[in-house]
């Protein structure tokens, strides 16, 4: 079995247990690959049967946005100060690199969301693949977002807030939850909808099912808007554009 160690260099203690992680993937007689999170690294992923993300949770979706393209189940190793998406502690490391190279493990799909940037006359542009979560919101020095909610064509409310959230099953334990929305058992297929700061007081979160299309317009006109995925892409939103999150045919697997 061949495994990839995608570390976070910035974590002081990563190349103490990069190193342990490697020693314990070779005295089993199996091949380690180690790698950063760089967007120029990317041929890891199609080398390797396993990836182990070492750092937090950022770590684990930078590692996990490459391996989704190629099928390869993720298995996170907490250096952060939450963990709530990786598997393994420090002191964990002999007995779980042993059951993964014995093949002592499942591994869990996790639905994905593919966000697109639509145009009044139907012309979409593709933005990227959330693993956690889509946040539109407007710009911290703007004014208050008024924005329409529809799910499956449906029109849901119109929220005055500082942003929308549309939340994975996965990405339920991140900002989602910060925001006042539920945490979902894994294995449940939904996405949930959570208004940031609404000024309502009828504004409570939605589950929805994940086949369905969640799309967000602007209601009123402004001109800072942005588009967040997994709280590293940050895309400026046409004044003509709405977003929909769709599901992807792509999944996570998870270890």
């Known amino acids: 079995m061949k ?11 990563c190349l103490y247990y990069v190193a342990k992680l490697a020693e314990a993937i070779e005295r089993n007689g199996s091949i380690v690959y180690i790698s950063d999170c760089r967007d120029d690294d990317k041929n890891i992923y199609s080398e390797v049967d396993v990836i182990i993300s070492v750092g937090g949770d950022g770590t684990f979706l930078k590692a996990a946005s490459y391996a989704v393209e ?12 939450l963990g709530m998406l990786t598997e393994f502690e420090k002191d964990d490391i002999d007995s779980k690199i042993s059951r993964i190279l014995s093949g002592e ?5 996790r639905s994905i969301i593919d966000v697109y940037a639509v145009k009044n006359d139907g012309t979409e542009r593709f933005l990227g693949r959330a693993l956690n979560d889509c946040v539109v919101s407007r710009h911290l020095i703007s004014g208050i977002a008024y924005i329409n909610l529809y799910i499956s064509d449906v029109l849901v409310d119109t929220y005055p807030c500082d942003g929308i959230i549309v939340a994975t099953q996965t990405g339920s334990t991140g900002y989602s939850m910060s925001a006042g929305g ?3 058992e894994p294995g449940t ?21 994940a086949s369905s299309t969640v799309r967000i317009e602007i209601a009123k006109k402004h001109r800072n808007i942005y588009v ?8 400026k939103l046409e004044e003509s554009e709405c977003i929909e999150c769709r599901k992807s045919r792509k999944k996570l697997n998870i270890l």
């Open 189 to 209: 297929d939904v996405n949930i909808i959570t208004s940031v700061c609404s000024h309502s007081l009828l504004s409570h979160p939605i589950v929805a099912k």
């Open 228 to 235: 967040t995925i997994d709280g590293h892409s940050y895309i």
């Open 105 to 109: 493990y499942n591994t869990e799909e």
């Open 182 to 184: 539920p945490i979902v």
């Open 70 to 81: 190629g099928s390869v189940p993720v298995v996170g190793f907490n250096l952060g100060t």
């Open 3 to 13: 495994i990839g160690i995608i570390q976070n260099k910035n974590k002081k203690e």
